[in-house]
């Protein structure tokens, strides 16, 4: 007897490598179906609502929507392309049982293809290959085919994955066919919409069952305050029922739903009741968290416990207590930063937090140095000012041995850059796997680097490459330690010696020792650095000397004061910076560099003794 389906529903999540295409292919989903008001317009990626995903182009939290296609509902969750918020792709892939792999044309299968494209695998749904931006220059549609048919191979796909159909679009265009041709695309996503309504499994129809409902999400609203987003796999919910949440720690809860939300376009709507395969929310009680099943009373039984990646990399956020601290952010003080620190941690279940030996100063644990910037430019947009220590990759003893993270790097570069990047990421101890000429004068590097051999290789990468290399890496495993070698920055800071304001005179003879971050008339103190030194050794500057007046004028033509335009660093590139003993001092207005002993005797009595030892 075959098991019973709701044919109306389907559940699925778009994938793929940052920068493929997913939010705008979701945009076009939306437009194309029976599910927005005709005179209603859409804004481009109009699902990366926040304000950080919109400035950077990438997607940080999944969302989801529903879309009505004749009269089925397709549940879609749109989820990050960057294995830094692996945390989130993976739980996606709970509550679906398909998925739409997005891979460019061009570019082909990626390290966060392959990433994602795992996860999926792993949880088992069901996949549909799209081939995006078949219009692009350049575009190679078989060949991206064969590369995903290697990929799925490689990570021990089945058969049953192994027979996935295969679509061609344009998300930008809004145009799709089943033909890698060009002149096939059409100005539609039916093709796309049928392939899902033929493959993606419908969920099973087990409502009469008791209720199981895994919470995968987390949300807030100011007025019901925490919600559990997550699928029902049986039974039903209503408003105003009794039902029971099964702890992480096996302890058991009751409590009563009062709020029930469904997805449909680009709201999230009240309703009365949902039943098995439905996406929906439930508010009713504020101490609930990801992975937790929510179950009736009568007859209570946990799904089990969602796996999730530990953190691979970890800083020291510490409350700010430098010259300048309090003049530009109202959340200053330390017992807010460790509040808003611990509440994180109830939506990231990628994050970690915990209180360090130092007074005032937390570690944060996280999938990687974008997982924690983001945060950090989120506490900084709310008001909060913190220092950062260097980042630092977290050890884990397997088998008896000492082991460290290891990165699979991808680097597309023209061909005139790839000796220089070869022996920069040869001294960051990677071994090359593969080198690939890709046309048009670009090589594609393969690589397999310790990831503390890459903090701080971005800024260095791109002054390799001219700007134009891509570089692209992923987690990859947890390999034995390599022994006798600390990377860092070559490179010593230029260290103001004193408190005042910057002058261009000053500046004129410090930037001979090195390159600026500063220019006139900018605020620094003592310890702060303005630059970095040419040597490998820092150097204490004044930079806040004025030039001498006098009632004698030089022989000759007066010639007006000028500096190089400094080097603005972006909050990345200021982490990237850091060495052991300085510290990145965030605040919502400015972000500084600083050694972590201010005054210039104190540190070098410090370093030398350091020295000795």
């Not at 660093?569 to 990145?584: G, K, Q, R, S, V």
């Amino acid at each position: 007897m075959s098991e019973k389906r709701r044919d109306d529903i389907r559940n699925i999540a778009i994938i793929a490598h940052v920068d493929h295409g997913k939010t705008t292919l979701v945009n076009q989903l939306l437009k194309q179906s029976d599910t927005l008001p005709e005179h209603m317009s859409l804004e481009d990626r109009a699902m990366d609502s926040n304000d950080i995903e919109r400035e950077r182009g990438i997607t940080i939290l999944s969302k989801n929507t529903a879309v009505k296609y004749h009269d089925t509902t397709i549940n879609i969750l749109d989820t990050p392309g960057h294995a830094d918020f692996g945390g989130e792709v993976e739980r996606i892939m709970h509550m679906v049982d398909g998925c739409l792999l997005l891979v460019d044309a061009y570019e082909g299968t990626m390290p966060q293809t392959r990433f994602v494209l795992k996860k999926a695998l792993e949880a088992g749904v069901k996949p549909i290959v799209v081939i995006n931006k078949i219009d692009r220059p350049g575009a190679r549609p078989a060949e991206v085919l064969d590369e995903v048919l290697e990929l799925f191979i490689e990570l021990g796909a089945n058969d049953e994955q192994l027979d996935f159909p295969v679509v061609y679009a344009s998300a930008l265009n809004g145009t799709s066919s089943y033909d890698e041709d060009l002149a096939t695309q059409k100005e539609t996503m039916d093709p796309i919409f049928d392939t899902i309504l033929k493959s993606i499994p419908a969920p099973l129809d087990n409502a009469s069952e008791p209720l199981q409902f895994q919470i995968t999400m987390l949300d807030w609203d100011d007025y019901v305050g925490r919600i559990g987003v997550g699928r029902i796999f049986r039974g039903q919910v209503k408003v105003g029922d009794n039902i029971t949440v099964m702890k992480r720690d096996g302890s058991t809860q009751n409590f009563r739903v009062t709020k029930l939300f469904g997805y449909f376009g680009l709201k999230r709507n009240e309703i009365k009741s949902a039943k098995a395969g439905d996406i929906v929310a439930i508010s009713g009680l504020n101490d609930i968290f990801v992975g937790e099943t929510i179950a009736s009373v009568e007859h209570p039984s946990a799904l089990p416990l969602l796996k999730i990646d530990p953190p691979t990399l970890q800083m020291d956020f510490i409350a700010n207590d430098s010259p300048f601290s309090g003049r530009e952010g109202d959340q200053v003080t330390p017992k807010k930063l460790e509040d808003r620190l611990i509440r994180q941690t109830r939506t990231d279940v990628s994050l970690k937090v915990a209180p360090t030996d130092q007074i005032n100063s937390w570690t944060v644990s996280g999938r990687g140095e974008l997982h924690l910037s983001i945060l950090v430019e989120e506490l900084r947009r709310e008001g909060f000012e913190l220092q950062l220590s260097r980042p630092k990759v977290i050890y884990r003893e397997i088998d008896g041995d000492l082991c460290e993270p290891y990165e699979a790097v991808q680097v597309d570069t023209p061909d005139e850059y790839v000796g220089a990047v070869i022996d920069a990421l040869s001294q960051r101890k990677g071994e090359m796997k593969n080198m690939t000429a890709t046309g048009n004068g670009q090589t594609r590097l393969d690589f397999l680097v310790p990831s503390r051999g890459l903090i701080g290789y971005n800024n260095e990468f791109m002054s390799q490459t001219g700007g134009y290399g891509i570089i692209n890496h992923t987690f990859e495993a947890y390999k034995p330690v390599v022994r006798n070698w600390q990377p860092g920055r070559r490179n010593g800071a230029l260290v103001a010696i004193s408190r005042g304001q910057s002058t261009t005179y000053s500046l004129q003879s410090v930037e001979q020792r090195g390159a600026l971050f500063i220019g006139a008339g900018v605020e620094v103190y003592e310890g702060m650095i303005v630059g970095q030194s040419s040597r490998e050794r820092d150097i204490a500057v004044n930079v806040i000397k004025g030039k001498n007046l006098t009632n004698t004028r030089a022989a000759g033509k007066d010639h007006a004061a000028a500096i190089k335009t400094p080097k603005k660093m972006t909050l990345e590139e200021a982490i990237e910076f850091l060495n052991d003993d300085e510290y990145c001092e965030v605040t919502p207005k400015s972000i500084r560099l600083r050694k972590k002993i201010l005054n210039t005797s104190e540190r070098e009595k410090f370093d030398k003794k350091k020295k000795r030892q």
